[in-house]
């Protein structure tokens, strides 16, 4: 049976919509093995009806704008939602595959004009494909390199050895120049290409676990130090350290912390992402903090959802909540309380030019825009200029850019073109993924400008450190 044969008039169950729509795109039509979601929280159809199928989020759809198919919109992939939920298609390898192009940045939920919480349908979707649709064995085997390696700091610190050696022998050139990893794994020459400099400071983990404030104490704050921020960004959290400490924060540091669990969540591992999730709210149980601090926007955003992630877990869903509530982005933190400290001239004598790229998991996500630039302009003798297409995702979207490598490349170069437009001797990032595919296609394109977290210039401007080169 064809879905053209069916009667929508005569089956209340399957409105017109969907089968119109399916008729235009006839590789989702087989009704052969139909599997629907299954009953572990499914997408909503409530929150299905609430599309009028108006198309505003095509244009800002990232994947829609590289690949052009209806069905790899917001809108479109709503479509297929009620559509597997009232049985007219299958959740299949097929109709999967529109789900995992998705990079979620969530920049259809801001501009959507109905309030469509597509958030969270696409969050409870992909949980039903990592439970129902088997993966390819390429497609699994980098999927658990990934989930078992990245969310734990313990297991990525001995790669740091033969990583710095992989490095300073220059194996990294030879084999990004030969383009021998793309011929066998397009994906691991993605991951490859985003490995970022291995330096000294990657090394250290011997963070202490009360920091005192500077001067006067104004809050006591938790810090969340990260999984690859940890290892990757050490000179990021330091800076936010000092950062926060010199504004009179007191800052507490849990040893037993471990990934906020953003990594798994966007990706459907549900299991693995609860076990995080509950493990960084008991790690910082009972340290009396008036606030927890993140300086990573895709972290972020998962901190703040704890409450919704862990709302039918009867033993941690108010736990969450409390949790959630106090979590704060470092620079929204500091732009609502207020700098105290006297800032300097990052420049001597000299004017910098800079760009802030917005982190969609911080635009979109939190609704934290306005903040950063607060905080940059506050800089002496620094100008912020603004990219067009700021809204628009770099590709990076947590492991977006090593599972989808083509769509993830084609919207880091737009990205960099865009903040190189700018005309800006600096671009600053918020966010660990964001800077690594920036920095890639920056590389790409043979342009050396500067990259750096706004922290990192917020530290320097702090300390008075003038530095050479820096533009």
């Given at each position: 049976m064809q879905i053209e044969d069916i009667n929508t008039e005569n089956n209340p169950t399957i409105p017109a919509k969907n089968s119109n729509f399916l008729q235009q795109n006839p590789h989702l039509k087989s009704l052969a093995n139909n599997l629907n979601f299954d009953s572990k929280n499914p997408p909503s159809p409530e929150l299905i009806d609430a599309c009028v199928h108006c198309g505003f989020c095509l244009?800002?759809?990232?994947?829609?704008?590289?690949?052009?198919?209806?069905?790899?919109?917001?809108?479109?992939?709503?479509?297929?939602?009620?559509?597997?939920?009232?049985g007219v298609v299958s959740l299949n390898q097929t109709s999967s595959q529109h789900f995992d192009t998705c990079l979620g940045c969530l920049a259809c939920v801001t501009t959507c004009p109905s309030g469509v919480k597509y958030d969270k349908l696409i969050a409870a979707t992909r949980p039903q494909v990592e439970r129902n649709i088997p993966r390819s064995l390429p497609d699994k085997l980098i999927r658990t390199l990934?989930?078992?390696?990245?969310?734990?700091?313990n297991r990525l610190r001995p790669l740091l050895i033969p990583l710095f050696i992989y490095q300073k022998l220059g194996f990294n050139k030879l084999i990004r120049g030969s383009k021998f990893l793309d011929k066998i794994s397009p994906r691991l020459a993605a991951m490859e290409s985003i490995l970022p400099e291995i330096t000294i400071d990657a090394f250290q983990d011997d963070y202490p676990t009360t920091i005192p404030a500077q001067g006067?104490?104004?809050?006591?704050?938790?810090?969340?130090?990260?999984c690859v921020q940890r290892i990757f960004f050490t000179s990021v959290n330091m800076a936010t350290i000092r950062v926060l400490t010199a504004n009179g924060?007191?800052?507490?540091?849990?040893?037993?912390?471990?990934?906020?669990?953003?990594?798994?969540?966007?990706?459907?591992?549900?299991?693995?992402a609860h076990a995080l999730?509950?493990?960084?709210?008991?790690?910082?149980?009972?340290?009396?903090?008036?606030?927890?601090?993140i300086n990573a926007a895709g972290c972020g955003h998962t901190l703040k959802e704890y409450g919704n992630i862990l709302q039918d877990d009867s033993e941690y869903c108010e736990k969450a909540k409390e949790f959630s509530n106090k979590v704060k982005d470092v620079?929204?933190?500091?732009?609502?309380?207020?700098?105290?400290?006297?800032?300097?001239?990052?420049?001597e004598?000299?004017?910098?030019?800079?760009?802030?790229?917005?982190?969609?998991h911080l635009l979109h996500g939190q609704k934290i825009s306005l903040e950063p630039r607060k905080l940059l302009r506050q800089i002496p003798g620094l100008k912020l200029r603004e990219p067009i297409d700021a809204a628009l995702c770099c590709g990076s979207a947590g492991v977006y850019n090593m599972l989808q490598p083509e769509i993830a490349d084609e919207l880091g170069q737009q990205k960099v073109e865009n903040l190189l437009h700018t005309g800006a001797e600096l671009i600053a990032s918020a966010n660990p993924g964001c800077y690594l595919q920036i920095k890639k296609h920056l590389d790409l394109q043979g342009k050396k400008t500067m990259l750096m977290h706004p922290m990192e210039l917020l530290d320097y401007s702090i300390r008075g450190v003038k530095q050479e080169g820096l533009i």
């Open positions: 244009s800002t759809c990232p994947s829609y704008r590289v690949i052009g198919k209806e069905m790899d919109s917001p809108r479109g992939r709503i479509y297929t939602m009620n559509a597997i939920n009232n990934i989930f078992n390696l990245f969310p734990y700091p006067e104490k104004r809050y006591r704050v938790g810090f969340i130090l990260g924060c007191e800052v507490v540091i849990p040893k037993n912390q471990g990934c906020c669990a953003a990594l798994p969540e966007h990706q459907g591992q549900t299991e693995q999730a509950k493990q960084m709210i008991d790690s910082f149980t009972n340290t009396g903090v008036d606030a927890v601090i620079q929204e933190f500091l732009a609502n309380v207020g700098l105290t400290t006297k800032l300097f001239p990052l420049v004598g000299e004017e910098l030019t800079i760009v802030y790229q917005d982190a969609c």
